[in-house]
């Protein structure tokens, strides 16, 4: 026969580390969920650069770009769209403010600044 013994004054030790820990642990799941947000945003100023990049090549008119990336980029609330039309070719630039709306990190990092540029060359 065993006998099991209970070692005096560690009962409640797993309850008082994972009350420790848990904080960690979420703010760690909050900053990867907010780092997705971020990402997210990065994939649409990029698409919203190349659709706009897209419209100015054809069009040669810059409000037609920036109302194309407005509509490719519908996540994102204000983009700041500039266009540079070269000989041969048109660049676009796509600028847009992420909101860390993220309970605990959005107070530690502020929004995040992303942009992205595209160039094609200009059809006649």
């Given at each position: 026969m065993s006998r099991q013994r209970r070692s005096q004054g560690c009962s409640g030790q797993a309850t008082v580390e994972l009350a420790l820990a848990l904080p960690l642990l979420m703010v760690f799941l909050l900053g990867a969920v907010q780092l997705t947000l971020v990402i997210r945003g990065q994939l649409a100023v990029t698409h919203a650069a190349r659709a706009a990049a897209r419209a100015a090549s054809?069009?040669?008119?810059p409000t037609?770009?920036?109302?194309?990336?407005?509509r490719a980029a519908t996540s994102l609330e204000r983009l700041d769209v500039r266009t540079e039309n070269g000989a041969r070719t048109v660049r676009v630039t796509v600028l847009a403010r992420v909101p860390t709306d993220v309970p605990l990190v959005g107070a530690l990092i502020g929004d995040v600044t992303v942009s992205a540029t595209a160039v094609m060359a200009v059809e006649s």
């Open positions: 054809v069009s040669a008119s037609r770009a920036a109302a194309t990336a407005a």
